[in-house]
């Protein structure tokens, strides 16, 4: 019995990316099935899918202790490969095929905009709350800031200023919770703010900027919608990178 | 060939990523800037492109459509593998400067929407 399950162990991590399709097949299926028996459809299948997705990384990392969800578990470390950057942006790339360029250059400025103001918005309600918890460097005070811009921008920035270690942590964490908000929340606030259509899909982009929450986040509400917000959610992390540890530092040096 | 369809949405990829790191280094910033929106830009105008001077073959197609449906699940699985811990673990600060974050910029989407152009 023992060497059965051995077996299916080895086999199921041998063949990891295979496996992983079986358990995501099975969660969305699940997920619709939920979607239509229980809410009538109300609730949009891949948005449920998404939850659970959820659930089951908070469930694989309190059981394994790791930072990849169930991809820590070795049978389903396939998911950590089929839920990377590569396949998850190679997919994104994609869901551009058929796009009408009109449709882009149409919500080109606000696109625009919403980038700059995303990015510069979410720093300062970042460097807003660690002044309210107790931080007073401009160092400290500015790795937050650009965590509350995405996950990447507050350990870049962090390690361009000379954050410390337990700063640059936090910042991560405070990125983790936007990407993971975003994800849980759109499906929940997409009617109230008007995202139904690619213009609005790539303010949505250009605010949030994180590519992980944005792409769950239009999923759940119109896959039709993915192009136009990952469009421009693309060049937020970059443009945080740039912003934040040279002008939003000096702002924030100013005041401190 | 289906592998056409797959080779170019590759190519664009590749050739997006190159390009946004070389970006980054222009602007001295350890990040790639924009490299997956050059690729589906790229994308956008090479299938335009081949509608006008040669049809693109229903099969070809498949190669990218495929990679376009094969999305959602493709995000399930990364919401699988999110560190949802440690967002957890971080505490007070960091669920109030995401959170707040994220609700400021909710707040600004119908504002945003009323540009004209």
């Known amino acids: ?256 | 060939m289906v592998i056409y369809g797959v080779a170019l949405l590759s190519f664009c990829m590749v050739l997006g990523i190159i390009l946004g790191e070389l970006l980054g280094r222009l602007f001295g910033v350890d990040a790639n800037i924009g490299g997956i929106g050059i690729a589906m830009l790229l994308l956008i105008f090479l299938s335009d492109y081949f509608k006008k001077s040669f049809r693109l073959g229903d099969i070809t197609e498949k190669g990218i459509t495929f990679w376009s449906m094969i999305y959602i699940p493709i995000v399930v699985a990364m919401a699988s593998k999110q560190n949802v811990l440690g967002a957890i673990d971080g505490g007070l600060v960091a669920l109030f400067a995401g959170g707040i974050a994220v609700l400021l910029s909710f707040l600004m989407i119908p504002i945003l929407s009323k540009i004209k152009k």
């Open chain 1, 1 to 256: 019995m023992m060497d059965l399950l051995e077996v299916i162990n080895s086999v199921l991590s041998k063949n990891g990316l295979i496996t992983s399709f079986i358990f995501v097949g099975c969660i969305v299926w699940v997920s619709y099935f939920i979607s239509d028996k229980l809410t009538d459809g109300k609730f949009h299948g891949s948005a449920l899918a998404i939850l659970l997705g959820l659930l089951f990384a908070y469930l694989g990392g309190t059981y394994t202790g790791g930072e990849q969800g169930v991809a820590d578990i070795s049978f389903l470390s396939g998911v950590g490969l089929l839920g990377g950057a590569m396949l998850r942006d190679f997919a994104i790339v994609a869901t551009a095929y058929g796009v009408r360029f009109e449709d882009l250059k149409s919500s080109g400025l606000a696109g625009v905009l919403s980038l700059f103001i995303g990015v510069i918005l979410s720093f300062f309600a970042g460097a807003a709350v660690a002044v309210i918890f107790g931080y007073s460097d401009a160092t400290s005070i500015t790795t937050i800031g650009a965590g509350a811009v995405t996950f990447v921008v507050g350990p870049v920035t962090g390690s361009a200023l000379g954050a410390s270690s337990d700063v640059i942590a936090l910042s991560i964490a405070a990125g983790l919770v936007k990407s993971i908000l975003v994800m849980v929340g759109t499906p929940f606030l997409a009617k109230h703010v008007g995202l139904n259509n690619p213009k609005s899909a790539m303010i949505f982009g250009g605010l949030m900027g994180t590519n992980s929450g944005v792409a769950a986040g239009l999923a759940a509400v119109d896959p039709k919608l993915v192009p136009y917000g990952a469009m421009t959610a693309t060049f937020y992390t970059g443009l945080g990178c740039l912003l934040a540890p040279s002008f939003l530092y000096l702002i924030i040096n100013i005041i401190y």
